[in-house]
């Protein structure tokens, strides 16, 4: 996975979950407390979400197979959206019932063990903000300039976001957690804890949405990014003897890119000068975006004629046209862009 750092994002996440875990739980049997409960529940959910995010790892680096001639990378975007379900379902949906039945049946948080749930609130968000910095830190290897909420929206690589995602929903339950069982000790009154695990049940859920919907676009198929768009262009173009008609990307993996081009070529040219003249392309292409694992270009003619370009983060149609009408049909109407 780019995914090393992606990994130790991961591991880390699933050490600080599973140790938080288990004082959570200690924590609701000593107390009762439905906040500690829902929170216990929450980082056994997350514990599996990572475990699941290694496996997604480990399967899309399968070879590819007469059956899947172009591999298994988007393993790792099916395993996302899996994750984004368990975090809806087992966590989400399981603390919003915790906490209609604890405003059902409020409990006030009494004993000699009163204390402990504040205790291991505490240690958990001391543990949770060690997880999130590594999160944070391996993101910026990859971040570059953009914003937050632009990395996650347009990440390939899925682990980062949503380990980034989960840490910063982890932190916010846990402080939300931290406030209703410290209302509930202070006051006696149960609703506060009650309320607390509400409120940690439907950030879950905001976040499960948000992980289902960007990870579902990549298990549509998205194109590459503007950058490597243009990179691919010039690299295509770079010996001024092609010129593009049309491209278009995909990545079939966070690190695996097709790239499919129609370029033109010149009516006098041999065949062994187009075949050169193609391979020379595809070494271009690969060194510009060394993702791009699988090209496929076809040679056309042109005629000389004005250029117009569009680009677009799935393909650039340009004006360098077809040899005969039913070609410009298929480069019109057949491509539109994406």
């Given at each position: 996975?780019?995914?090393?750092?992606?990994?130790?994002?991961?591991?880390?996440?699933?050490?600080?979950?599973?140790?938080?875990?288990?004082?959570?739980?200690?924590?609701?049997?000593?107390?009762?407390?439905?906040?500690?409960?829902?929170?216990?529940?929450?980082?056994?959910?997350?514990?599996?979400?990572?475990?699941?995010?290694?496996?997604?790892?480990?399967?899309?680096?399968?070879?590819?197979?007469p059956e899947h001639p172009f591999g298994y990378g988007r393993e790792?975007?099916?395993?996302?959206?899996?994750?984004?379900?368990?975090?809806?379902?087992?966590?989400?949906?399981?603390?919003?019932?915790?906490?209609?039945?604890?405003?059902?049946?409020p409990n006030a948080i009494e004993g000699d063990f009163w204390w402990?749930?504040?205790?291991?609130?505490?240690?958990?968000?001391?543990?949770?903000?060690?997880?999130?910095?590594?999160?944070?830190?391996?993101?910026?290897?990859?971040?570059?300039?953009?914003?937050?909420?632009?990395?996650v929206r347009t990440a390939k690589q899925p682990e980062l976001p949503?380990?980034?995602?989960?840490?910063?929903?982890?932190?916010?339950?846990?402080?939300?957690?931290?406030?209703?069982?410290?209302?509930?000790?202070?006051?006696?009154?149960?609703?506060?804890?009650?309320?607390?695990?509400?409120?940690?049940?439907?950030?879950?859920?905001?976040?499960?949405?948000?992980?289902?919907?960007?990870?579902?676009?990549?298990?549509?198929?998205?194109?590459?990014?503007?950058?490597?768009?243009?990179?691919?262009?010039?690299?295509?173009?770079?010996?001024?003897?092609?010129?593009?008609?049309?491209?278009?990307?995909?990545?079939?993996?966070?690190?695996?890119?097709?790239?499919?081009?129609?370029?033109?070529?010149?009516?006098?040219?041999?065949?062994?000068?187009?075949?050169?003249?193609?391979?020379?392309?595809?070494?271009?292409?690969?060194?510009?975006?060394?993702?791009?694992?699988?090209?496929?270009?076809?040679?056309?003619?042109?005629?000389?004629?004005?250029?117009?370009?569009?680009?677009?983060?799935?393909?650039?149609?340009?004006?360098?046209?077809?040899?005969?009408?039913?070609?410009?049909?298929?480069?019109?109407?057949?491509?539109?862009?994406?």
């Amino acid at each position: 996975m780019a995914a090393n750092g992606g990994t130790k994002a991961i591991v880390a996440a699933l050490a600080a979950n599973l140790t938080i875990a288990v004082l959570k739980f200690v924590a609701f049997f000593l107390t009762a407390s439905s906040s500690m409960l829902a929170e216990a529940i929450h980082s056994m959910a997350d514990s599996g979400n990572q475990l699941l995010l290694l496996i997604g790892g480990k399967r899309a680096r399968k070879a590819a197979s007469p059956e899947h001639p172009f591999g298994y990378g988007r393993e790792r975007y099916i395993y996302a959206f899996i994750v984004s379900i368990v975090l809806f379902s087992v966590g989400g949906l399981f603390a919003l019932f915790e906490a209609w039945e604890k405003l059902q049946h409020p409990n006030a948080i009494e004993g000699d063990f009163w204390w402990v749930p504040l205790a291991v609130l505490i240690g958990a968000i001391v543990a949770e903000s060690f997880s999130f910095r590594t999160a944070i830190i391996e993101s910026n290897h990859i971040r570059g300039k953009q914003g937050w909420v632009s990395f996650v929206r347009t990440a390939k690589q899925p682990e980062l976001p949503v380990i980034l995602l989960e840490d910063l929903g982890a932190l916010l339950g846990l402080l939300f957690a931290l406030v209703g069982v410290s209302m509930t000790i202070v006051t006696g009154n149960g609703i506060w804890d009650a309320a607390g695990t509400g409120i940690i049940g439907l950030l879950l859920v905001a976040i499960a949405v948000v992980l289902a919907i960007e990870t579902k676009s990549l298990l549509l198929g998205e194109s590459a990014t503007r950058d490597d768009v243009a990179r691919i262009s010039e690299a295509i173009e770079a010996e001024g003897h092609n010129r593009i008609i049309h491209l278009k990307t995909l990545h079939l993996g966070p690190e695996e890119l097709l790239v499919a081009a129609k370029i033109s070529v010149g009516a006098a040219e041999s065949g062994r000068d187009i075949a050169a003249a193609i391979d020379d392309a595809e070494s271009r292409i690969r060194t510009a975006v060394p993702i791009a694992r699988v090209i496929y270009l076809e040679p056309d003619l042109h005629r000389e004629a004005g250029r117009t370009d569009e680009i677009s983060g799935a393909g650039h149609v340009s004006g360098a046209g077809h040899a005969s009408a039913e070609a410009e049909a298929e480069a019109g109407a057949q491509d539109p862009p994406a």
